[in-house]
């Protein structure tokens, strides 16, 4: 079956550029999306077609594309930013549905 | 603003068949723009997509689950259900509805833009 592949965890200190990746063989033909979980919440969409972010999402996120990664990028994180990250797609089929196991983002 | 909200029951015996509702207010499931998904999560770990359905009655499941899954919709109340059948500890989650967007590339290739809170279900006798 498909899998999306991330790191289980990433650690910055506030300020510093938090990058978390994704990487999956359909990704070149499928978009990406991200989503941030803080705990005890629902998962909250950040980033939707590779790099376009929802309304009311702040502009320190951003996602990019190469291949067969996604990257999810964090700019100047705050404090706030520590969550867990799950990046999701479709299989080349694009008939079923993939989470990746999700980055715990630490902000130290 | 459109709201999902899960009920059912929190505690399914091992064997039995679990089903929860999702109640969608603010908005039609009747959309053309939108498939309705289920999403679990056990505790500590990851999200798993379990199906999505179309107000039409279009349906999509994981092939891990697929034997066991049953998603339908009722246009009527507004609302979409899961049943899992045979449930094991192993179907301890909570489960989250969420609006899933019909995708650029394929019907379900699009990202779950609006989730409900999620419900515990446990799976015990």
């Known amino acids: 079956s498909y899998e999306l592949t991330q790191p289980p965890s990433v650690s910055v200190s506030p300020g510093q550029t938090a990058r978390i990746t994704c990487s999956g063989d359909?990704?070149?033909?499928?978009?990406a999306y991200w989503y941030q979980q803080k705990p005890g919440q629902a998962p909250v969409l950040v980033i939707y077609?590779?790099?376009e972010r929802p309304s009311g999402i702040p502009e320190r996120f951003s996602g990019s594309s190469s291949g067969t990664t996604v990257t999810l990028t964090i700019s100047g994180v705050q404090a706030e930013d520590e969550a867990d990250y799950y990046c999701?797609?479709?299989?080349?089929?694009?008939?079923?549905?993939?989470f990746g196991g999700g980055t715990k983002l630490t902000v130290l | 603003q459109l709201q999902l909200q899960e009920s059912g029951p929190g505690l399914v015996k091992p064997s039995e068949t679990l089903s929860l509702t999702c109640t969608v207010s603010?908005?039609?499931?009747?959309?053309?723009?939108?498939?309705w998904g289920w999403i679990r999560q056990p505790p500590g770990k990851g999200l798993e997509w379990i199906g999505s359905?179309?107000?039409?009655?279009?349906?999509y499941y994981n092939p891990s689950l697929k034997s066991r899954v049953t998603i339908s919709v009722d246009t009527s109340k507004n609302q979409f259900s899961l049943k899992l059948s045979s449930v094991t500890a192993a179907d301890t989650a909570v489960y989250y509805c969420?609006?899933?967007?019909?995708?650029?590339?394929?019907?379900?290739?699009?990202?779950?833009?609006?989730w409900g809170q999620g419900t515990m279900v446990t799976v015990s006798s």
């Open positions: 969420a609006r899933h967007q019909v995708g650029v590339v394929t019907a379900i290739s699009g990202a779950f833009d609006i």
């Open positions: 603010g908005g039609s499931i009747s959309s053309s723009s939108y498939y």
């Open positions: 359905i179309y107000y039409s009655g279009s349906t």
């Open positions: 359909a990704l070149p033909k499928q978009y």
């Open positions: 077609k590779d790099s």
């Open positions: 999701q797609s479709a299989d080349s089929s694009g008939t079923h549905v993939v």
